[in-house]
């Protein structure tokens, strides 16, 4: 009798409860709708900018700090990091909202809403028809098919515009991140002329291929980025607005139940899926790094070629291939489970929530619904049958967007190491692999410091180190001054820093101590042992990298060409190869003397106030090298010469002399006393080669006069 007595208040609760609920369940309705509406939104975009809570943040900041402390490369997540990367590409991107990107962007949106009030229709319409055909009512269900026929062409229209635009939006974003890409990497200060593309690739290790950021991992990035904003937006937009008609039909308790399962599912989903982000990023880098070495064997196939170096090339290739192959199998292993899991979730176990969902107005009567006839019933069930598989396809699309989200993290990612490596090259922050002996007290301090660049008429290096990228010193401190029309010959073994001199006065080296004075960078020209010639016309070789247009603003005609070419030997070449306005891939065409000719013609055609020159004579005669030394001091030119031709010492002033070993020797040359010097020690090295000859017949002049005593 107890245990009924408690039962009694219990049941009479429930009762009042269900009696209050039913006179109410109108307005209940409306607020469970609204509930779930905003539960979705804001699981949703939890789920999506989850990671970016203050404490979770912290943590991701912490294991990246980590990581880079190990020398891992940084992990890639939907986290803080992603969205500041993001936020940033997005500001370039789309850099207004009067900009044309913007426009397309809302344009596409008002696509997707008319797309899903589309869809809202026609599940009302397949169920109209169904409905029709229960009922055997000829006219209701032709009218229908007309409607469904009439329908199908905005239908139509608006799916190829949304495909069409998606992929314009991909184009306009690309452009825009190629554009800014190319002016950071190409692009100069007009002050401080940095030469981003040079210390980039040789100042710094974090990007071993810029090429395939630019062409490659921007395009992934942008079709990612366009393919997004649908995949986010649009299921969004299905699930509530299809749910919100579902909770009409069948009631918003059962759509809350279904969500409590659908949610539950999801959370057990996030919490196996892999992180596809960084597998994205890992697979880029290794591409990368595949193409790089394909591109090392075609810049220098003839070394290779003359070593015979085909299977140690061939070997190092399938090694980096083999390293790609080997992660794509690894991932594609994970996708295959994870596929199996998610597919069973999403499609699967939700659909069976959704059936028994859609079979509650036929079980049950609900208050304020009305049970129809058996047509009516088939009509509801159809519509609500379409309704919830067009929002289980939209919430599993939500689900699949996050993979998707991880994916565009590891192209913003790399997009993103691309531009921050330039602004730290900028700010003169370099990443890269030193020497064991630039750890030393000395020189680590050396490295630390930082001197400054003075542009000035005249070239004066005060007390200038000279250190190489990689932190190798090879000289403390670097004293010289040469002013215009002193000729400085620079000489001394290999590895002594002849050529870094001219890289630190280039500014294409930071400077670590002491003041350079050079002149601008447009008062240089820099003529190496292999001059580099461009794709182009005859007439483009000449100029470089003036243009037609431009060599016609200085008043300078092809006959002044070839009278420059003539000075060279080379004017026969216009003729040889079909005028100046051929185009052939120069760099193969002609021979090393011919390319170091076409170089100085360049020089004379420019006139710059000094010259660069790099072994610049190495392939051409003695003569020819006379004739051309004398035209260029006869323009003017300064010349900085690093030869080891004592034929050039004669057109020099002054010399800078290496030792090897930290050492070097600035002073007046005097050629023809340094010419006698040099044959007087080569005919004493000669000598001093015939000493032990001579001793040798001594001794065996000794050896015999003893046999005959």
């Known amino acids: 009798m107890a245990v009924m007595s408690t039962l009694r208040p219990s049941k009479d609760r429930i009762a009042r409860f269900a009696l209050f609920y039913g006179q109410h369940r109108q307005g209940m309705q409306r607020f469970l709708t609204a509930g779930f509406i905003l539960y979705f939104l804001g699981t949703t975009v939890g789920g999506i900018l989850g990671s970016k809570t203050s404490e979770r943040s912290r943590a991701s900041r912490a294991r990246k700090a980590k990581d880079a402390a190990d020398g891992k490369p940084p992990r890639v997540a939907v986290d803080a990091v992603f969205y500041q990367r993001l936020s940033r590409l997005l500001r370039i991107v789309i850099p207004g909202l009067r900009s044309r990107e913007a426009r397309m962007l809302v344009l596409y949106s008002a696509l997707l809403i008319f797309r899903t009030a589309i869809s809202l229709y026609v599940a009302v319409l397949d169920g109209k028809i169904v409905a029709s055909i229960v009922r055997a009512q000829m006219l209701p269900f032709l009218w229908n098919i007309i409607h469904w026929l009439v329908v199908a062409i905005p239908a139509t229209w608006t799916n190829s515009w949304l495909s069409y635009i998606q992929n314009k939006l991909t184009i306009a974003f690309r452009t825009r991140l190629t554009e800014a890409a190319l002016q950071a990497y190409l692009g100069e200060d007009s002050e401080t002329k940095q030469k981003i593309y040079y210390k ?334 461009s794709l182009g016309t005859l007439r483009d070789q000449v100029i470089y990298p003036h243009n037609k247009e431009e060599m016609l603003a200085r008043g300078v005609a092809d006959a002044d060409l070839l009278r420059i070419l003539a000075v060279v030997q080379m004017d026969h070449i216009v003729e040889r190869e079909g005028g100046w306005d051929v185009t052939k891939e120069w760099a193969t065409t002609l021979s090393g003397g011919d390319k170091q000719r076409i170089a100085w013609a360049r020089l004379y055609y420019h006139a710059p106030k000094y010259a660069i020159l790099d072994e610049s004579t190495s392939g051409v005669s003695p003569e020819l090298e006379q004739i051309m030394m004398e035209h260029a001091t006869g323009l003017g030119i300064t010349l900085l010469t690093v030869s080891h031709r004592p034929s050039l010492w004669k057109y020099h002033s002054l010399i800078l002399q290496y030792d090897g070993h930290g050492g070097y020797v600035f002073t007046k040359l005097d050629a023809e006393k340094r010419l006698a010097l040099q044959e007087e020690k080569q005919a004493l090295e000669g000598k001093l080669l015939e000493v032990p000859k001579m001793r040798a017949r001594l001794a065996e002049l000794r050896q015999v006069a003893a046999e005959r005593d």
């Not at 980025?225 to 749910?243: E, F, G």
């Not at 085909?310 to 690894?330: G, M, P, Q, S, T």
């Not at 069976?352 to 304020?368: D, H, K, R, S």
């Not at 010289?480 to 620079?490: A, M, N, R, S």
């Open 200 to 533: 980039l690739s040789n100042l710094d290790d974090r990007i071993k291929n810029p090429d395939q950021m630019i062409t490659v991992d921007i395009q992934r990035f942008s079709a990612a980025l366009s393919a997004i904003y649908s995949n986010l937006a649009k299921p969004i937009l299905d699930v509530v607005l299809y749910n919100y008609q579902l909770s009409r039909n069948v009631g918003a308790e059962g759509l809350v139940i279904l969500t409590l399962a659908v949610q539950a599912s999801a959370n057990l989903l996030r919490a196996v899926t892999p992180p596809f982000g960084k597998y994205t990023a890992e697979e880029a880098a290794l591409t990368g790094s595949l193409r790089h070495s394909h591109s090392r064997l075609v810049e220098a196939s003839e070394e290779i070629a003359f070593y015979g170096g085909e299977e140690a090339e061939k070997l190092l290739l399938e090694r980096d291939y083999f390293a790609l192959v080997k992660h794509i199998n690894r991932v594609l292993r994970i996708r295959v489970w994870h596929g199996i899991v998610e597919e069973g979730i999403i499609k699967w176990l939700w659909g069976a929530f959704g059936l028994c969902i859609c079979a509650i107005p036929v079980f049950a009567q609900l208050p304020g619904m009305d049970a129809g006839d058996h047509g009516s019933r088939t009509e509801g069930f159809v519509t609500n049958r379409r309704l919830l598989l067009s929002s289980s396809d939209a919430f599993g699309r939500v689900m699949y967007s996050y993979k998707e989200l991880a994916e565009l993290a590891g192209y913003t990612a790399r997009v993103s190491l691309f531009f921050d490596t330039i602004e730290d090259v900028k700010k003169g922050k370099f990443d890269k692999a030193l020497v064991s002996s630039a750890q030393s007290e000395e020189n680590s301090k050396l490295l630390k410091q930082r001197g400054s660049l003075v542009i000035s008429d005249e070239i004066i290096f005060d007390q200038v180190p000279i250190i190489t990228p990689n932190g190798d010193v090879l000289v403390k401190s670097l004293s010289f001054h040469v002013k215009p029309g002193q000729h400085l010959l620079i000489v001394g073994p290999n590895g002594c820093g002849k050529s870094s001199l001219f890289r630190i006065l280039g500014g294409l080296w930071p400077v670590y101590g002491g003041v350079v004075h050079t002149p601008p960078a447009s008062d240089f020209i820099l003529i190496p042992q292999r001059p580099y010639l």
